[in-house]
């Protein structure tokens, strides 16, 4: 405890020269990983949306199988995956091609973060549309609504106000599971800070450089989210013509 209170910080020699080089450089990866997995996760949810809701049952079946396997499949063991086994499914010449990429482990991480993700944001878009009135699209039928219509002003406002919070938990939990890809030793921040504690011992600093650098992107995201939702929520237009539709349900 004495040699706790005793530690003195010494961040000049953390914030300077190719230690600083190696932390921005973490920055910017671990954004990169952030920004693209969340984004092809959301795509990818939606089209599972759409799989789950289709009429054929085999499309269904392949749907929900995906689901299952993303959800209890840990993220790590996808990662692991993309990285050494994926590669290994193909022909000899575009095997030796991905194993001497050597942007293998980031690309790697990315399909493996999205896809992780993928599957818990379709089962919440879906849960977010299920929760519609079947009523509501009914009544939208006998006001002479087209299908589009009814997709855009009574099935996706009121769903996406239902999966809003749940779909901005799981981004932000997918942003904290960027520090995954360390174990593919990707150049994200974590790997950064841990290069420079081995190297400085200076692993109290390392440390609190990599939570305030998690805290500070998920507080930004999730405070813009907030935002998000209360301008959707406002919108008027929006909001009268569903509210049409409920009094004629």
């Known amino acids: 405890m004495g040699s706790i209170i005793n530690y003195e910080f010494d961040w000049q020699k953390i914030l300077s020269g190719q230690y600083l080089e190696w932390i921005l450089q973490g920055f910017q990866i671990s954004l990169s990983l952030m920004l693209l997995s969340s984004l092809i996760a959301v795509v990818l949810g939606v089209l599972l949306t759409f799989g789950q809701l289709s009429k054929h049952r085999v499309i269904r079946f392949i749907s929900s199988l995906y689901i299952e396997l993303c959800r209890n499949i840990p993220t790590l063991i996808w990662l692991l995956f993309f990285y050494y086994v994926f590669p ?6 575009v095997k ?10 980031y690309w790697a991480s990315i399909a493996g973060l999205s896809i992780s993700s993928s599957g818990y944001i379709g089962e919440i878009i ?3 549309i299920s929760g519609v009135s ?5 009544a939208a039928h006998t006001l002479g609504h087209s299908q589009w219509e009814i997709w855009k002003y009574i ?5 996406i106000r239902i999966c809003f919070p749940p779909l901005v938990s799981r981004i932000i939990h997918n942003m904290k599971n960027s520090s995954l890809a360390l174990a593919l030793s990707v150049h994200e921040i974590v790997w950064a800070t841990q290069q420079i504690e081995s190297i400085t011992f200076r692993g109290i600093e390392a440390t ?10 998920n507080y930004v995201f999730s405070r813009l989210a907030l935002l998000v939702e209360k301008s959707f929520l406002t919108d008027k237009k ?12």
């Open 96 to 105: 030796t091609m991905l194993n001497t990429n050597p942007s293998l482990n």
């Open 126 to 128: 879906r849960g977010g």
């Open 134 to 138: 079947r009523e509501q699209v009914s």
């Open 155 to 159: 099935i996706w406002p009121q769903a």
């Open 88 to 93: 290994e499914l193909f022909s000899e010449p």
């Open 238 to 249: 929006l909001i009268n013509k569903t509210e049409k539709v409920k009094d004629v349900a």
């Open 208 to 217: 609190i450089i990599a939570t305030l650098f998690f805290l500070s992107i």
